[in-house]
C-alpha cells in the first residue's frame, strides 16, 4: 500500500517562508495529478495549489503570487513553496497523488503563521 509521506510544516511569523514536500513511499504509475489541499479549523478542504503530469499548475486565488507547486526532475516529489504567509494560511496541509486507478492523500502536515 503506498502511503504519502509529507514534511516541512511548522510554526513560522508573518512573512516568512516554508517548503512542504510530499513523496509516495512507493512507486506510482499512470500519475495523473498532484496537489497540495488545506483545511483549516471548521472549514471544509480545499485545493491550494495542483500540477499535472505534463506541467499545469492550478493555484487557489487567495495563494496566487505567494505559492509555487512544482516537482523534481523524476516527477517522485512534489514540493509547495510559500512564501509571504499570512495567519489565513494556517491550515493542515494535505498531500494529494491521483493516478489513473488510485487517489492518494496524505496525512497532513501542520502549517501555523502567527507572531
Known amino acids: 500500500q503506498v502511503q504519502l509521506v509529507e514534511s516541512g510544516g511548522g510554526l513560522v511569523q508573518p512573512g516568512g517562508s516554508l517548503r512542504l514536500s510530499c513523496a509516495p513511499s512507493?512507486?506510482?504509475?499512470?500519475?495523473?495529478?498532484m496537489g497540495w489541499y488545506r483545511q483549516a479549523p471548521g472549514k471544509e478542504r480545499a485545493l491550494v495549489a495542483s500540477?499535472?503530469?505534463?506541467?499545469?499548475?492550478q493555484y487557489a486565488e487567495s495563494v496566487k503570487g505567494r505559492f509555487t507547486i512544482s516537482t523534481n526532475n523524476a516527477k517522485n516529489t512534489i514540493y509547495l513553496q510559500m512564501t509571504n504567509l499570512k495567519p489565513g494560511d494556517t491550515a493542515v496541509y494535505y498531500c494529494?497523488?491521483?493516478?489513473?486507478?488510485?487517489?492518494?492523500w496524505g496525512h497532513g502536515t501542520q502549517v501555523n503563521v502567527s507572531s
Open positions: 494529494r497523488w491521483l493516478a489513473f486507478d488510485a487517489d492518494y
Open positions: 512507493g512507486s506510482i504509475f499512470s500519475s495523473l495529478s
Open positions: 500540477i499535472t503530469g505534463a506541467g499545469t499548475t
